[in-house]
């Protein structure tokens, strides 16, 4: 649990209470449809992560625009989950939405290229710098079909994953160590094919000590990373660690795979032009449709060569990666319309300020409260912790305070700001403003009040 000394228990719990009476009272219309929703959605909603939302029900949504989105009671919000970055542009992009309209006015599904797919590979380059381009529906998707191309390139069965990573619902990810360093299955994750023992080792992030000792077993088809953890709160990479991790696949004959699909919040080119990675292949979902469903992963040219021979096979259909409606036309043409007009350098300088901003409100509520938390950025994203900033993700998990995350979002949600569920994350687009983060400072203080005063 994280040093959060200075929160009386008993306090947090009659908080959350009345809280969660504010909540019920607040959405009869949300509570209701909620009631009909339990008769015949599992668990009573589409996705079964959806229950995770604070409150006793979840809050059924009318309509987003921007950075903000109105529920079935009329309540407007301001919107730091943004879809957890499949909104990072904001809501109904007129661009994005024009260009669907027009294109599933001319067909969608025709498992044949549209011409958008070409601009799309161009961009991609542009952006990330690899060779050449395949597309997905889901970043899930996409990091499913390269570990597969590592597999089949290297002859290699593992996986190596970072400690508490999340890529997906990928089953060689699932894996985690426990206390006496043994690859076993993250907790909650169900019915895995295999042992992920089998597949996958697993090592803190910014270790290269241990990164190289299991690279060194030679069973390693590829490092599947992410920039910086994002999904256990961020974890930033220490310095020389990329450059540590590059050497080292390169050393050990191991595909370094680079999963942007959230850190694109670092800029146009995500952290990999930022900080100048090399991966032989690289991922990224959410946010490149503008809100419609797509993913794309890219090949360094070496990688492509390796792959031709196979994709010149009859049998490519069962090669395990693809899926029928994968490259449809309406997903490319969001794609195109999305990076065209949007994710930007003007729009990163508009993003990563407001990020700055929001961080440093609440640094100064935690500054002006003595507490032991911190505050963690990365561009155009941002985070609190009841604690010190963690160097890995085993500390990060550690560092969990439920009942605090609980109160937190149920009192921001309760005064119309959403953050980002399983931890207190705030994502930026082009459509927020700087009240926006005002807004979220006030209601910081006032929670941080309730909880001391
Ligand atoms: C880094 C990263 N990769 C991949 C994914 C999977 O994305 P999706 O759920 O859209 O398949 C996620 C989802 O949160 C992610 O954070």
Redesign the pocket.
């Given at each position: 649990m994280a040093v959060t000394t200075t929160i009386d228990r008993e306090r947090l719990a009659d908080l959350h209470r009345r809280e969660l009476d504010t909540f019920v009272e607040m959405r009869p219309e949300s509570s209701a449809r909620a009631a009909a929703a339990r008769e015949v959605l599992l668990g009573g909603v589409p996705m079964p992560w959806m229950t995770r939302w604070p409150g006793p029900f979840p809050i059924v949504f009318e309509s987003a625009n921007g950075a903000r989105f109105v529920d079935v009671d009329g309540i407007e919000y301001v919107d730091f989950c943004l879809g957890?970055?499949?909104a990072m542009t904001g809501h109904g992009l007129p661009q994005v939405t024009d260009a669907i309209a027009a294109r599933a006015a001319r067909g969608i599904t025709t498992m044949l290229p549209s011409d958008d797919a070409t601009w799309v590979g161009e961009e991609l380059t542009r952006r990330f710098g690899l060779a050449r381009w395949q597309l997905a529906m889901?970043?899930?998707?996409a990091?499913r079909f390269v570990l597969r191309f590592a597999r089949h390139i290297t002859s290699r069965p593992k996986v190596l994953v970072f400690d508490y990573c999340?890529?997906?619902?990928v089953d060689e990810a699932f894996a985690t160590l426990d206390p006496q360093g043994n690859v076993v299955a993250r907790a909650g994750n169900l019915g895995p094919a295999v042992d992920p023992s089998v597949t996958t080792r697993v090592v803190p992030f910014n270790d290269l000590g241990a990164l190289e000792a299991a690279l060194a077993h030679g069973d390693v088809a590829a490092v599947l990373a992410?920039p910086a953890l994002?999904?256990i709160g961020i974890v930033l990479p220490e310095p020389g660690f990329h450059q540590g991790m590059r050497e080292l696949c390169t050393q050990y004959g191991t595909l370094l795979v680079i999963?942007e699909?959230?850190t694109i919040c670092v800029g146009p080119g995500g952290a990999t032009a930022a900080w100048g990675l090399e991966p032989d292949m690289f991922?990224i979902?959410?946010t490149i449709g503008g809100g419609v469903p797509a993913?794309a992963y890219g090949l360094a040219a070496w990688v492509a060569e390796a792959l031709a021979p196979a994709l010149g096979s009859d049998a490519i259909d069962i090669s395990g990666v693809g899926g029928t409606l994968t490259g449809n036309a309406l997903a490319t043409a969001a794609i195109r319309a999305t990076l065209s007009s949007t994710l930007r350098p003007e729009d990163f300088a508009h993003m990563v300020p407001l990020a700055t901003a929001w961080a440093d409100g609440v640094a100064s509520v935690i500054e002006s409260r003595a507490l032991p938390w911190s505050v963690q950025q990365l561009g155009g994203r941002a985070e609190y912790w009841f604690c010190p900033a963690p160097r890995d993700g085993a500390r990060a998990a550690a560092a969990a305070d439920h009942d605090l995350d609980a109160f937190m979002h149920l009192w921001a949600l309760n005064r119309g700001i959403l953050l980002t569920p399983f931890h207190n994350m705030a994502l930026f687009s082009p459509a927020h403003g700087l009240a926006d983060v005002e807004l979220h400072t006030e209601v910081f203080a006032g929670a941080v009040a309730a909880l001391l005063d």
């Open positions: 957890d970055t499949g889901t970043a899930t998707d990091n999340y890529h997906g619902t992410e994002t999904n999963d699909t959230h991922v979902g959410k993913a």
